[in-house]
């Protein structure tokens, strides 16, 4: 069965150093490292001071990264073609486009936390599938914010005017992504992809900030996560659209945010389109601590209903599935898995199921078949353990 394998860290750190040196010609200082993430259950909840529950995968964005004397930058990725340079002067939101709005954008976005960025040579590769929900471009947001972190020399586990450096670098790359890149994202892949620990899943509160880390033991089932390979943009516009229609409820309503609000006080918008919006984001935040306490008891039927209200409600109420998601949907819950909905931001992206290991194949099998059958492009399809969140590897440790 082909599964995108996430590789050997030590194989990654050798193969992004090695393709720095070449483009370089002379070897990084140091490698960072963030993991691309899928989110359980919770989706378009960040945004509207929600809880999400995501997981960080065990494939990863890698940032090779040296210091220069002087004050240019240059930026390479072996999964883009364009090389970005320019100098320090041109860190700026509109100075910057393309792929390095995710990477030099957090460069400009930490300089306005107040670190110093040098003058600098990166190089990017990634085994995370790019515009697949599964967060590419917070992994790289984050794994240049962990490189430029090593090379001040600090840990990450220091603090920057009293704050947290990794709370410092999720909101750079929140920054990034939103004012740079100009996709309205809210700030869970950052969260999970810098603070998540292996072997579980990361509930996160957007009222107030708490962070719980859950482990995750599914007594036997894996966490199968399918990429439909209809790639998505989140700057789009479909996304900003429906961040715009909860603002728009959340005003209606005369609320700060949707998180305030009832069941029974969305029922009462009169817009509506603006009304099924709201619904899935009150009934999905409701949703995500359901699925927190039934993981708790092992309540597992109790857990694949809310994987499926949740797909639901995505369909129907806020319009952001696809065919393809819908089939993967289906067809791995017809074909054994015991939960299973769309993840990430939607119009394209990846399922999550959760499938007893022995049905695992037989699950794989049956979207593919349904794919083929459909004329659809081959989906390919993750096995997630949860994995860590970001961190820096000195590449003399490592003998590179
Ligand atoms: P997702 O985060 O779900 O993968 P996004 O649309 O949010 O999808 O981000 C994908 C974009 O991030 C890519 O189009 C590219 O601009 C940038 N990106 C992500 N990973 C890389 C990478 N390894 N190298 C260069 N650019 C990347
Ligand atoms: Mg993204």
Known sequence: MPLLEPGSPTDLIATTTAAFTERFGRPPRLVGWAPGRVNLIGEHTDYNRGLVLPVALPHATWVAVAPRADRQLRLSSAQQDALWTGTLDDLEPAAITGWAAYAAGVLWALREEGLEIPGLDL?????????????????????????????LGRSLEDTHDGVPL??????????????????????????????????????????????????????????????????????????????????????????????RASLEDVEGLTDERVRRRARHIVTEIARVQRTVDALAQRAWSEVAR??????????????????????????????????????????????VAIVPEERLSAVVRAI????????????????????????????????G
């Open 123 to 151: 190089h990017v590769h990634s085994t995370v599938p790019l515009g697949a929900g599964l967060s590419s471009s917070a992994a790289l947001e984050c794994a240049v914010g962990v490189a430029l972190v090593g090379l």
């Open 368 to 399: 593919d078949a349904a794919f083929t059958q459909r004329s659809y492009a081959a989906p390919s399809h993750l096995v997630v353990q949860p994995g860590a969140g970001a961190s820096v590897e000195a590449v003399d440790a490592l003998g």
């Open 306 to 351: 809310c994987f499926l209200d949740s797909h639901t409600s995505m369909r129907d109420d806020f319009e952001i599935s696809t065919d393809e998601l819908d089939t993967a949907v289906s067809v791995a819950v017809e074909a054994g898995a015991l939960a299973a909905r769309m993840t990430g931001g939607g119009f394209g992206g990846s399922t």
């Open 166 to 259: 990794r709370d410092v670098l999720v909101r750079a790359g929140i920054r990034a992504e939103t004012e740079v890149a100009g996709a309205p994202t809210g700030g869970m892949d950052q969260t999970v992809a810098v603070h998540a620990r292996a072997g579980s899943a990361l509930l996160i509160d957007f009222d107030d900030g708490a962070r719980r880390h859950l482990d995750l033991d599914l007594e036997g089932r894996v966490l199968l996560v399918t990429d439909t390979r209809v790639s998505h943009e989140l700057t789009d516009g479909g996304y900003a659209a429906r961040r715009a229609d909860c603002e728009a409820a959340a005003s209606a309503l005369g609320l700060d945010s949707l998180r």
